[in-house]
């Protein structure tokens, strides 16, 4: 791994989300005892549904101090926030209704907007004004983001082919998924880079060849949007058994 990455990989998807859950808490204390208060940007798909889960029950949530949580999202989709599609929905399901967040501290991206461009333009406003700076007046800075990765290799809506992959400047994106013909709303990798702390979740034996692809790769120009990420903070991967698969030694060497 490169320097600065750590690779996890974990029996099954209850053991992985187990480790991405204390992560979170131990990226969260740290955040709280520096900065008095932790901001985590979510990640959307199906995998976090189980971290999701386990945060919001038993020694997770009672271990949590969740008044001083901020949460945010590493994308959504252009749907309304009740949709089965959306990342909020799915959130406020597993997570969100069942733990104490003042209501003030859940920063759910407008996505539903007919104005695509001025909902992303909104969104990195909340970010310009809630998320602390990493100190040198740069861009905002999360404590954690949570990202899934696709089996195209995309991060959060940063797919294959997109403008947003080369948004230098733009901190939250509208981003047209070709392959679906969809919209959604997406960070974009400034903000992103700066985070604390990158937390990336694989599982399933659907990802094992798009994580034998980037992990086991020694190219140095990427070909896939997660190989983009250029991370000032830790980079730190969770992947399940079936996902390490094509790693050498399944990931445990
Ligand atoms: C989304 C996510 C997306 C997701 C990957 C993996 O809105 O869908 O942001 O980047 O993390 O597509 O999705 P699964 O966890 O469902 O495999």
Known sequence: MRTGHDLHVLDDPDALSRAVAAHWLSVADDART???GFH???????TPRMLYELMASGDFRDNTDWRTTHIY????RC?????????????????LRHVDIPAGQIHRIEAERTD???AARDYAQILEHRLPTSGDRGPPCFDLVLLGLGADGHIASLFPGTDALDERRRLVVPVRVDST???RISLTFPVINVARHIA???????KADIVGEVLNNSRDEPRYPVECLAPRGRLAWFVDRAAAARLPGGGLT
Do not use: Q
């Open 34 to 36: 520096n900065r008095g």
């Open 73 to 76: 999202f590493g994308d959504e």
């Open 200 to 206: 990336i979740m694989v599982a399933g034996e659907a």
């Open 40 to 46: 985590v940007a979510l990640a959307g798909g199906s």
């Open 79 to 95: 749907v309304p926030p009740d949709h089965h599609d959306s990342n909020y929905r799915m959130a406020l399901e597993t997570l």
């Open 116 to 118: 695509r461009d001025a």
């Open 181 to 183: 013909g969809t919209w």
